[in-house]
Protein backbone atom coordinates (compact mmCIF):
# COMPACT_ATOMS: atom_id res chain seq x y z
CA UNK A 1 0.00 0.00 0.00
CA UNK A 2 0.74 3.89 0.29
CA UNK A 3 2.06 3.94 -3.58
CA UNK A 4 3.40 7.25 -5.17
CA UNK A 5 3.17 7.32 -8.86
CA UNK A 6 5.13 9.85 -10.87
CA UNK A 7 5.20 11.09 -15.00
CA UNK A 8 7.49 11.17 -16.67
CA UNK A 9 10.22 9.81 -14.93
CA UNK A 10 12.98 11.31 -17.36
CA UNK A 11 12.25 14.70 -19.52
CA UNK A 12 14.79 16.70 -21.72
CA UNK A 13 13.10 19.99 -23.18
CA UNK A 14 14.64 22.77 -24.70
CA UNK A 15 15.35 26.29 -22.80
CA UNK A 16 12.17 27.85 -22.71
CA UNK A 17 9.46 25.26 -22.96
CA UNK A 18 6.85 24.36 -20.37
CA UNK A 19 7.25 20.78 -18.66
CA UNK A 20 4.43 19.03 -16.76
CA UNK A 21 5.12 16.24 -14.13
CA UNK A 22 2.42 14.56 -12.28
CA UNK A 23 1.92 12.71 -8.73
CA UNK A 24 -0.58 9.94 -8.19
CA UNK A 25 -1.14 8.51 -5.12
CA UNK A 26 -2.50 5.20 -6.60
CA UNK A 27 -3.96 3.52 -3.67
CA UNK A 28 -4.94 5.79 -1.02
CA UNK A 29 -6.37 9.51 -1.43
CA UNK A 30 -3.87 11.57 -0.35
CA UNK A 31 -5.03 15.23 1.63
CA UNK A 32 -1.75 16.88 1.41
CA UNK A 33 0.82 16.59 -1.60
CA UNK A 34 4.55 18.01 -1.42
CA UNK A 35 6.96 18.79 -3.92
CA UNK A 36 10.51 18.79 -3.57
CA UNK A 37 13.79 19.54 -5.99
CA UNK A 38 17.18 17.67 -5.22
CA UNK A 39 20.21 18.91 -6.78
CA UNK A 40 23.49 16.42 -7.03
CA UNK A 41 24.72 15.33 -3.77
CA UNK A 42 22.35 17.89 -2.06
CA UNK A 43 19.03 17.23 0.11
CA UNK A 44 15.35 17.60 -0.61
CA UNK A 45 14.70 21.11 -0.81
CA UNK A 46 10.34 21.56 -0.17
CA UNK A 47 9.35 23.64 -2.94
CA UNK A 48 5.26 23.98 -2.27
CA UNK A 49 2.59 22.36 -0.41
CA UNK A 50 -0.16 21.36 -2.11
CA UNK A 51 -3.70 20.40 -0.52
CA UNK A 52 -6.50 19.38 -2.83
CA UNK A 53 -8.76 22.02 -4.16
CA UNK A 54 -6.72 24.82 -2.50
CA UNK A 55 -4.07 27.07 -3.48
CA UNK A 56 -0.70 25.59 -2.86
CA UNK A 57 1.77 26.71 -0.53
CA UNK A 58 5.36 27.94 -2.00
CA UNK A 59 8.35 28.14 0.26
CA UNK A 60 10.43 31.54 0.73
CA UNK A 61 12.42 31.95 -2.74
CA UNK A 62 10.06 29.59 -5.06
CA UNK A 63 8.78 31.51 -7.57
CA UNK A 64 4.96 30.58 -7.99
CA UNK A 65 4.36 31.98 -11.03
CA UNK A 66 7.11 29.70 -12.49
CA UNK A 67 6.26 26.47 -10.44
CA UNK A 68 2.61 26.16 -11.62
CA UNK A 69 1.22 23.88 -8.73
CA UNK A 70 -2.51 22.26 -9.16
CA UNK A 71 -3.69 19.81 -7.40
CA UNK A 72 -7.24 18.58 -8.88
CA UNK A 73 -8.03 15.55 -6.90
CA UNK A 74 -7.17 13.36 -3.85
CA UNK A 75 -5.17 11.41 -5.88
CA UNK A 76 -3.45 13.85 -8.29
CA UNK A 77 -1.42 16.90 -8.26
CA UNK A 78 1.27 18.55 -11.36
CA UNK A 79 3.59 20.80 -11.37
CA UNK A 80 4.72 22.54 -14.18
CA UNK A 81 7.99 24.25 -14.88
CA UNK A 82 7.23 26.94 -17.50
CA UNK A 83 9.46 28.67 -19.31
CA UNK A 84 12.12 26.05 -18.15
CA UNK A 85 16.05 27.20 -18.40
CA UNK A 86 18.96 25.33 -17.38
CA UNK A 87 19.28 25.90 -14.17
CA UNK A 88 15.70 24.64 -13.43
CA UNK A 89 17.80 21.00 -14.41
CA UNK A 90 17.20 18.79 -11.25
CA UNK A 91 15.00 15.83 -9.91
CA UNK A 92 12.17 16.41 -8.57
CA UNK A 93 10.21 14.71 -6.15
CA UNK A 94 7.10 14.54 -5.28
CA UNK A 95 5.56 13.16 -1.61
CA UNK A 96 2.16 12.76 -0.47
CA UNK A 97 0.58 11.98 2.94
CA UNK A 98 -2.55 9.54 3.58
CA UNK A 99 -3.81 10.74 6.78
CA UNK A 100 -3.79 13.61 9.56
CA UNK A 101 -2.22 11.50 12.22
CA UNK A 102 1.40 12.40 14.33
CA UNK A 103 2.51 9.14 12.61
CA UNK A 104 2.14 9.47 9.25
CA UNK A 105 4.68 9.68 6.75
CA UNK A 106 5.26 10.87 3.52
CA UNK A 107 5.26 8.89 0.60
CA UNK A 108 7.65 9.87 -2.02
CA UNK A 109 7.48 9.21 -6.22
CA UNK A 110 10.24 7.94 -7.89
CA UNK A 111 10.89 10.97 -8.99
CA UNK A 112 11.35 13.13 -12.12
CA UNK A 113 14.79 14.27 -13.99
CA UNK A 114 14.23 16.79 -15.81
CA UNK A 115 17.19 18.21 -17.81
CA UNK A 116 17.08 21.74 -19.95
CA UNK A 117 19.25 22.22 -22.70
CA UNK B 1 14.66 28.89 11.96
CA UNK B 2 13.88 24.90 11.89
CA UNK B 3 16.72 22.85 11.55
CA UNK B 4 18.26 19.17 11.21
CA UNK B 5 21.77 18.25 11.77
CA UNK B 6 23.05 15.24 10.48
CA UNK B 7 26.95 14.42 9.64
CA UNK B 8 27.23 13.86 6.30
CA UNK B 9 29.99 11.16 6.40
CA UNK B 10 30.85 9.51 4.43
CA UNK B 11 30.64 6.39 6.91
CA UNK B 12 32.07 3.07 6.16
CA UNK B 13 31.69 0.08 8.60
CA UNK B 14 32.64 -3.30 7.34
CA UNK B 15 29.98 -5.84 6.49
CA UNK B 16 28.20 -7.34 9.76
CA UNK B 17 29.48 -4.47 11.58
CA UNK B 18 27.32 -1.89 13.32
CA UNK B 19 26.24 1.77 11.68
CA UNK B 20 25.66 4.27 14.05
CA UNK B 21 23.52 7.52 12.49
CA UNK B 22 22.78 10.87 14.31
CA UNK B 23 20.53 13.36 14.29
CA UNK B 24 19.53 16.58 15.94
CA UNK B 25 17.00 18.57 16.00
CA UNK B 26 16.27 22.60 16.53
CA UNK B 27 12.48 22.63 17.46
CA UNK B 28 12.05 21.61 20.69
CA UNK B 29 8.28 20.91 19.96
CA UNK B 30 9.16 18.90 16.65
CA UNK B 31 6.46 15.71 17.41
CA UNK B 32 7.57 12.54 15.06
CA UNK B 33 10.79 11.00 13.56
CA UNK B 34 11.70 9.50 10.35
CA UNK B 35 14.08 7.99 8.86
CA UNK B 36 14.70 7.82 5.19
CA UNK B 37 17.09 5.55 2.89
CA UNK B 38 18.18 7.11 -0.53
CA UNK B 39 19.71 5.44 -3.24
CA UNK B 40 21.77 6.94 -5.49
CA UNK B 41 19.52 8.35 -8.25
CA UNK B 42 16.48 7.15 -6.63
CA UNK B 43 13.50 9.03 -4.53
CA UNK B 44 13.41 8.35 -0.69
CA UNK B 45 12.24 5.12 1.06
CA UNK B 46 10.78 5.09 4.87
CA UNK B 47 13.09 2.98 7.14
CA UNK B 48 11.28 4.07 10.15
CA UNK B 49 9.92 6.86 12.34
CA UNK B 50 9.47 7.06 16.54
CA UNK B 51 7.29 9.38 18.10
CA UNK B 52 7.96 8.40 21.94
CA UNK B 53 11.22 8.63 23.74
CA UNK B 54 13.20 5.36 24.05
CA UNK B 55 13.95 2.56 21.17
CA UNK B 56 12.33 1.68 18.45
CA UNK B 57 13.39 -1.82 16.85
CA UNK B 58 12.03 -3.45 13.21
CA UNK B 59 14.52 -6.05 12.15
CA UNK B 60 17.94 -4.97 11.75
CA UNK B 61 16.90 -1.41 12.31
CA UNK B 62 17.00 0.67 15.61
CA UNK B 63 15.50 4.23 16.62
CA UNK B 64 16.20 5.82 19.46
CA UNK B 65 14.66 9.04 19.95
CA UNK B 66 15.98 11.49 23.36
CA UNK B 67 13.78 14.40 23.36
CA UNK B 68 15.42 16.38 26.04
CA UNK B 69 18.99 16.26 23.99
CA UNK B 70 17.16 16.80 20.85
CA UNK B 71 18.40 13.37 19.44
CA UNK B 72 17.25 11.15 17.31
CA UNK B 73 19.55 7.92 15.84
CA UNK B 74 19.32 4.85 13.37
CA UNK B 75 21.35 2.18 14.46
CA UNK B 76 21.63 -0.66 11.63
CA UNK B 77 23.11 -4.48 13.22
CA UNK B 78 24.47 -7.13 10.71
CA UNK B 79 25.27 -4.11 7.84
CA UNK B 80 25.40 -5.28 4.45
CA UNK B 81 26.89 -4.02 1.24
CA UNK B 82 23.31 -3.11 0.22
CA UNK B 83 22.56 -1.07 3.08
CA UNK B 84 25.36 1.12 1.49
CA UNK B 85 23.47 4.39 0.66
CA UNK B 86 22.29 7.90 1.90
CA UNK B 87 20.32 8.14 5.16
CA UNK B 88 18.03 10.92 5.35
CA UNK B 89 16.79 12.03 9.11
CA UNK B 90 13.22 13.99 8.86
CA UNK B 91 11.33 16.26 11.51
CA UNK B 92 7.57 17.05 11.64
CA UNK B 93 7.35 20.33 12.73
CA UNK B 94 4.96 20.89 15.87
CA UNK B 95 2.53 23.71 14.65
CA UNK B 96 1.96 25.64 11.68
CA UNK B 97 2.89 23.65 8.56
CA UNK B 98 3.03 20.68 11.06
CA UNK B 99 2.70 18.38 7.87
CA UNK B 100 5.98 19.30 6.58
CA UNK B 101 9.10 17.50 6.79
CA UNK B 102 12.58 18.89 7.56
CA UNK B 103 15.10 17.13 5.91
CA UNK B 104 18.85 16.76 7.02
CA UNK B 105 21.36 16.40 4.30
CA UNK B 106 21.87 13.24 4.71
CA UNK B 107 24.45 10.71 5.91
CA UNK B 108 26.43 8.71 3.28
CA UNK B 109 26.27 5.29 4.43
CA UNK B 110 29.14 2.86 2.80
CA UNK B 111 29.64 -0.94 4.19
CA UNK B 112 32.57 -2.86 3.19
CA UNK B 113 32.38 -6.51 1.67
Known amino acids: GAVVSQHPSWVICKSGTSVKIECRSL??????MFWYRQFPKQSLMLMAT?????????EQGVEKDKFLINHASLTLSTLTVTSAHPEDSSFYIC?????????????FGPGTRLLVL | QKEVEQNSGPLSVPEGAIASLNCTYSDRGSQSFFWYRQYSGKSPELIMF????GDKEDGRFTAQLNKASQYVSLLIRDSQPSDSATYLC?????????????FGSGTQLTVLP
Open chain 1, 50 to 58: SNEGSKATY
Open chain 1, 95 to 107: SAIPGRELWETQY
Open chain 2, 50 to 53: IYSN
Open chain 1, 27 to 32: DFQATT
Open chain 2, 90 to 102: AVKGSSGSARQLT
